[in-house]
RNA sequence: GCGGACGUGGCGGAAUGGCAGACGCCGCGGUCUUAAAAACCGCUGAGGGGCAACCCUCGUGCGGGUUCGAGUCCCGCCGUCCGCACCA
């Protein structure tokens, strides 16, 4: 109506456990399950008079789209961002598969299902993210997407910038530690490891072994069971490994402990301990007897005594005992010291990243097959790209087991070798899913192209996405990987931009009655089959969209969808008993100006509340003009041009939110089909405006009595009125006035 | 613990620093009907006064502040929700 080319696509998400689980309980296979699901979904959206062009449709679980996530992934083999690896991964045991970071809430608590999770040492798929890391934080400051969404884009990726030490260890070996405070290098008295850390088993010496063993066998346990909690009342556990490191700076021998608050998965799992600038370090120093060295005293305040302190000092200051670098300001003056340590071999400047690499695999079924091959000659081989897509055997027992059901399929897995022809296994573990939902937007746009993903060319007159509408459950997972796979898409040469989608906006989620997740197995769903049905598709729109804020969601109730049918039927009523005509009569100029000011302010809002998301205030504004044309049908200006304009722009108006009452009534306006086609209303600012208007004199901030001014009224006449009048007088109370605030159109405030 | 959002009638909610409660639901009264339902019309924050048109007082989680004027801005609490949480 606007004039714009819109492509509002619709598909469908479909492999995952959702499907293979549902699929499990009810003895169906998941692809039975998920067309079923799929065709029920259809009729909703076309019954709920949604407006998409389903001739793109795009199912994710079809081999013609997944044959596409594993071209995909063979680029990114190429290109070197797809490697399998060893190392401590998050496992599901409900799900019977492990999960990348991201899907891991709370610490440890699986995204899907729930349940805890817990590490595991396994060789898994990942995707090389992290060489995006400073694109993927950069690039997010332009978007516009809402500012939480970014903030928490932003703490995931987590960039850190500080140094890298190396430590030399009396036994030889180097550790290197990460540091965002180089500053604080000549307060280190200790340095603690990662249980897990490489190095603890070959530098604990024989005294202190057994304690080490036990240490590191009770962290890994714990990590096993629940979280540790991170509250103040948990003392600080470690042990001492009987090896010392010598002080890069200070040359100082110090002990080298290892402590379950130092993660191995962030920095080096390494860390240089400085009790006095670190409240972590202050509080283990304090709990094993370790000496405290304070070599940053703040300015302007008392100075700090290592023995007097109760909490580390973390602030701004000077430093003191630290050899050449003593009394350089800090944090200003941070790069010098760091070109200090890079210059005398130290160490060097570094940016740590909180973001890992994006495990792909999963050992469930309904997924992608990763399309690679092991030969017990040639090794790992990808399949060739004209042998796509692998096709995901539809006769395989899926029920998980902790394996991949595909280990089972002998007609699956036995295959041969790309490279020498020789007898080879497939792989059987399956892409994460939030594979699919990476770069489904671009298939929108050449849905059959069969030479590639998308066809470059639509999908760069199309592309970037506008505006994009999902859940706040999308903020990191979906949102990060689709950023990711379009700067892939990018420099594989597919695409020019590097950002998928430019405006995103979050839809609140409408819960049950009760206020939790609908659920079809609790009975909270709310059918909005049966809904359409008993009070039409229009009504459920006009009703979910006034139901409060759009970002905001909330419980649902079907009380004031028959508030919405009242709307509705005095709609029909003033535009079908009115719209013929004739038009030819006459009203006093006044009025009829009065009725176009209301068209066009409605107009006014209406189009504004739609460009900003406010749907329950649109609907708000057309009850109003609907009510105003009911209490006008009855007055001359029904039989003018101007009652014409108005019923015809209420037909505009409810448009887009009530679509099958706006084309009856367009239709019996007797103008041709369809109202959908036709260009939306433009508001008059000249008629917008208000000519009289009512004017509230206030004494002190109070109300004390109201004028008929003119919208233009001078200042000197309008005050002079509002102490003419008797009432203020009253309040006056013959106290003079001490300022008087006139705000034109609005208010006088009188203050006495 | 840190960061963010929010807190308004019986309910959902509305209000560029300018008449708090738009609009809807519920409730009450009326019209129509033998009656009820539906529909339509009117009233509907709390307390008080007036025969009446109306008028007064209080009122946006609590306590302060800025301002002619605060639901809105600032400070401090309380509560709810969300995110992060040993990230060196």
């Known amino acids: 109506m606007r004039g714009y080319n819109v492509l509002f696509p619709m598909g469908f998400d479909a492999f995952g456990l959702p499907a293979e689980n549902a699929a499990i309980r009810h003895g169906i296979h998941p692809a039975t399950w998920t067309f079923d699901n799929i065709r029920a979904m259809e009729a909703q959206y076309r019954n709920m008079g949604a407006m998409i062009d389903w001739s793109r449709e795009v199912i994710t679980c ?50 899907r299902c729930g349940s805890a999770v817990s590490r595991r040492d396994l060789e898994q798929w990942y995707f090389r993210i992290t060489q995006y890391a400073e694109e993927l934080l950069r690039d997010a400051e332009g978007l516009d997407w809402p500012e939480r969404v970014k903030t928490m884009q932003r703490n995931w990726i987590g960039r850190s910038e500080g140094a890298q030490v190396a430590f030399t260890l009396e036994t030889g070996d180097v550790l290197e530690v990460f540091t965002t405070r180089p500053d604080t290098l000549w307060g280190a008295t200790f340095m603690v490891l990662a249980p897990e850390h490489p190095l603890v088993a070959s530098i604990t010496t024989p005294e202190h072994r057994e304690a080490v063993a036990r240490y590191v066998e009770q962290a890994r346990r714990q990590s096993e069971v629940e979280r540790q909690s991170t509250d103040e009342e948990r003392p600080r556990t470690g042990v001492f490994t009987g090896a010392y490191a010598i002080n890069p700076v200070t040359d100082e021998r110090i002990p080298v402990w290892i402590a379950d608050y130092v993660l191995m998965g962030y920095g080096t799992g390494a860390i240089m301990a400085v009790p006095s600038g670190d409240q972590r370090d202050f509080e283990f120093a304090r709990a094993f007897g370790l000496p405290i060295r304070v070599v940053v005293q703040p300015e302007g305040a008392p100075t700090l005594e290592s023995g007097a302190m109760t909490e580390a000092y973390a602030g701004p200051g000077v430093l003191v005992d630290s050899g050449p670098m003593t009394g350089l300001r800090v944090p200003e003056q941070l790069p010098e010291i760091i070109a200090w340590l890079a210059e005398s071999g130290r160490g060097e400047a570094k940016v740590t990243w909180r973001l890992r690499d994006w495990l792909i695999s999963r050992q469930r ?122 700067k892939v898409c990018r420099d594989l040469g597919l695409i020019d931009h590097g950002e998928p989608f430019l405006r995103l906006r979050n839809q609140g989620m409408i819960l049950s009655e009760e206020g939790t997740k609908m659920s079809k197995s609790r009975g909270t769903q709310v059918a909005p089959d049966d809904l359409v049905r008993e009070h039409g598709a ?46 030819d009569g006459a009203a006093p100029d006044a009025e009829v100006r009065a009725l176009r000011g209301v068209t066009h302010r409605t107009i006014q809002r209406v189009t504004e509340d739609l460009d900003e998301f406010q749907f329950n205030t649109m609907v708000a504004a057309l009850i109003e003009f609907v009510n105003e044309l ?40 007797g103008n041709p089909y369809s109202v959908h086609q036709q260009a939306w209303p433009v508001f008059d600012a000249a008629l917008t405006a208000r000519d009289l208007v009512e004017v509230v004199v206030q004494v ?53």
């Open 62 to 111: 079809t081999p013609e789209y997944y044959r596409w996530n594993q071209w995909f992934f063979l680029k990114m083999l190429e290109r070197g961002l797809a490697y399998r690896a060893a190392g401590a991964v998050w496992w599901c045991p409900s799900c019977q598969t492990v999960l990348a970071n991201e899907q891991v809430i709370e610490g440890n608590v699986c995204e």
């Open 365 to 486: 079924y309904w997924g992608t097959p990763i399309p690679v091959v092991y030969c017990a000659r040639c090794g790992m081989q990808p399949a060739p790209e004209d042998q796509l897509p692998v096709l995901l055997p539809l006769d395989a027992a899926f029920t998980p087991t902790g394996q991949s059901p595909l280990v089972t399929n002998t007609a699956f897995l036995e295959t041969t070798c790309p490279g020498c022809g020789g007898p080879a296994r497939r792989e059987t573990d399956t892409m994460d899913t939030f594979v699919d939902s990476s770069w489904y937007w671009f298939r929108y746009t050449s849905p059959h192209y069969a030479a590639g993903p998308f066809d470059p060319a639509t999908a760069d007159a199309w592309c970037p996405v506008d505006l994009y509408c999902g859940g706040i459950e999308h903020a990191i997972l979906h949102l990060l990987y689709a950023r990711f796979f379009t």
């Open 538 to 583: 229009d009504a459920l729109r006009l009703h979910l969209m006034y139901l409060g804020p759009w970002e905001q969601g909330g419980p649902w109730n079907s009380r004031g969808l028959q508030g919405m049918e009242r709307f509705m039927r005095r709609a029909w009523t003033v535009v079908t008993e009115t719209g013929a005509g004739p038009f």
């Open 630 to 669: 009911m209490r006008l049908k009855e007055t001359p200006v029904v039989r003018t041009p101007a009652w014409r304009e108005a019923v015809e722009t209420l037909t505009l108006l409810l448009a887009p939110s009530a679509p099958y009452l706006a084309e009856e009534l367009w239709e019996r306006l």
């Open 700 to 752: 002190n901030g109070k109300v004390r009595d109201r004028l008929r001014l003119a919208a233009d009224a001078a200042e000197a006449e309008a005050v002079a009125m509002a102490l003419a009048a008797p009432r203020i007088a009253e309040a006056l109370n013959g106290a003079e006035p001490r300022k008087i605030v006139y705000v034109p159109g609005r208010l006088i405030n009188i203050g006495r």
